[in-house]
């Protein structure tokens, strides 16, 4: 069988001072098991489970949006086209399909007219997005907590 998996992905967090920051991480906390029997065992990541909302959303070619905090802990997976999300600390992450984004930026304060983050599309192509929002879910504390 091969070798347990890491899979990236960028965090969006706020740190103690309401400042958002982004940092990489990697999810490799999996379990070689069955979905569902009889399917053949597969790598499974911890289950995050409770009240979510699902949806996929569709950014325009030129598309920047204003300063704002993500309005609940979500996951966005880009679909196709790209995008970047700038945090306050300055850090811009651009990103593309098939990468991975947790928006963990809830209680940022404001700074300078900045609050939270900033997103916007790369290039000429739309960027196509699934947002999945955990409506229950405490945004993690600190950076890579979600493993």
């Known amino acids: 069988m091969s070798a347990k998996p890491a899979v990236h992905y960028w965090h969006l967090w706020t740190d103690a001072d309401g400042v958002s920051h982004q940092t990489r991480c990697a999810m490799t906390e999996f379990e070689l098991r069955s979905i569902k029997p009889p399917a053949d065992p597969q790598w499974q990541g911890k289950r995050l489970s409770g009240p979510m909302t699902t949806l996929v959303t569709v950014l325009p070619v030129g598309w920047i949006g204003t300063w704002h905090e993500n309005p609940e802990p979500q996951w966005i997976v880009p679909l196709s086209g790209r995008w970047f999300v700038e945090s306050m600390d300055g850090t811009r992450v651009e990103m593309g399909a098939g990468e991975l984004c947790f928006g963990g930026d809830q209680n940022c304060r404001e ?9 916007g599309t790369v290039g000429d192509a739309p960027a196509v997005l699934m947002v999945v929002q955990f409506e229950d879910m405490p945004a993690p504390s600190s950076p890579c907590e979600l493993r």
Do not use: A, D, I, T
Request: aromatic share 0%; charged share 35%; glycine share 22%.
């Open 111 to 119: 700074v300078e007219g900045k609050l939270g983050h900033r997103s």
